[in-house]
T-cell receptor, first 113, second 112 residues
């Protein structure tokens, strides 16, 4: 089955710096890659996603890049702010079903003012 | 706005008991998926319902069962609770034609 690895597990940056979180996956047939942000005591919130026919997608300070050949994708957050502090999860749709997501173990991002 | 309401938000049960968790999607969301999130881990897929039928199932025992109603709302039932079932149970909704999955705030289950 699909396996998703996420690095780093924790990341601390200064406000205004950039943050990068990377994920690798194993199933070359996977074609949908969302990223979620989870704040303490809340459910995961979809922040950006990318499909396999696109190499990069950007939404304001957040961008995602996908390398299908190497089977990895990354989340980039620029000009980080304290409110970006949360746990971030990458995910991969298993078997092409976007209701069945395989999640990474998460990255705890801390943005220091 | 997550587009989905879950209840209850918190509950405590003892080993061997049974629990029912509920999920109510807002209009337009006809597909419901359930996930289990243990502390410090990513969510794990339990199963997905569409048109009142279980369409896919993850690696969870038969103690975990579900139901979807004609108004698209759903229930997750867990029988013979174990200590290891303590987790945040998340309901996720998404239109079958869009693909994006939106999560509720979850039901935190503690098994003593």
């Amino acid at each position: 089955g699909e396996n998703v690895e996420q690095h780093p597990s924790t990341l601390s940056v200064q406000e205004g710096d950039s943050a990068v979180i990377k994920c690798t996956y194993s199933d070359s047939a996977s074609n949908y890659f969302p990223w979620y942000k989870q704040e303490l005591g809340k459910g995961p919130q979809l922040i950006i996603d990318i499909r396999s026919n696109v190499g990069e997608k950007k939404d304001q300070r957040i961008a995602v890049t996908l390398n299908k050949t190497a089977k990895h994708f990354s989340l980039h957050i620029t000009e980080t702010q304290p409110e970006d502090s949360a746990v971030y999860f990458c995910a991969v749709a298993y078997g092409g079903s976007q209701g069945n997501l395989i999640f990474g173990k998460g990255t705890k991002l801390s943005v220091k003012p | 706005d997550a587009g989905v309401t879950q209840s209850p938000t918190h509950l405590i049960k003892t080993r061997g008991q049974q629990v029912t968790l509920r999920c109510s999607p807002k209009s337009g969301h006809d597909t419901v998926s359930w996930y289990q999130q243990a502390l410090g881990q990513g969510p794990q897929f339990i199963f997905q319902y569409y048109e009142e039928e279980e369409r896919q199932r993850g690696n969870f025992p038969d103690r975990f069962s579900g139901h979807q109603f004609p108004n698209y709302s759903s229930e997750l039932n867990v029988n013979a609770l174990l200590l290891g079932d303590s987790a945040l149970y998340l309901c996720a909704v998404g239109g079958s034609n869009t693909g994006e999955l939106f999560f509720g705030e979850g039901s935190r289950l503690t098994v003593l």
